[in-house]
Nanobody, 122 residues
């Protein structure tokens, strides 16, 4: 069983920073892409940032220049450094892992974390 566990959410003032972490656990051989999505109340879930196993990254236009995604392949962990946060960034942030291959050869097309709440408010 592969699981993703997020941490680092919380309440922050506008202009502040937070760092989210997502660790994958289980008998993992490799993970192709990892990413962060978010879902604000009443809105659809949207991609925030993604990173491939080769460290190619992509970002939503709304977070470019403010958020940075990175990963530690040895730890099967992905991070999201968020700076200059805005109230519009308030949402539940979900971690995603795509094409997860276990040491027994099983492949998960994608795995989701349980989400961590980020609230940007004064």
């Amino acid at each position: 069983q592969v699981q993703l566990v997020e941490s680092g959410g919380g309440l922050v003032q506008p202009g502040g920073s937070l760092r989210l972490s997502c660790a994958a656990s289980g008998s993992i051989f490799s993970i192709n892409a990892m990413g962060w999505y978010r879902q604000a109340p009443g809105k659809q879930r949207e991609l925030v940032a993604g990173i491939t196993s080769g460290d190619s990254t992509n970002y939503a236009d709304s977070v470019k220049g403010r958020f940075t995604i990175s990963r530690d392949n040895a730890k099967n962990t992905v991070y999201l450094q968020m700076s200059n946060l805005e109230p519009e960034d308030t949402a539940v942030y979900y971690c995603n892992a795509a094409r997860v291959i276990t040491r027994t050869g099983y492949m998960y097309s994608e795995v989701w974390g349980q989400g961590t709440l980020v609230t940007v408010s004064s």
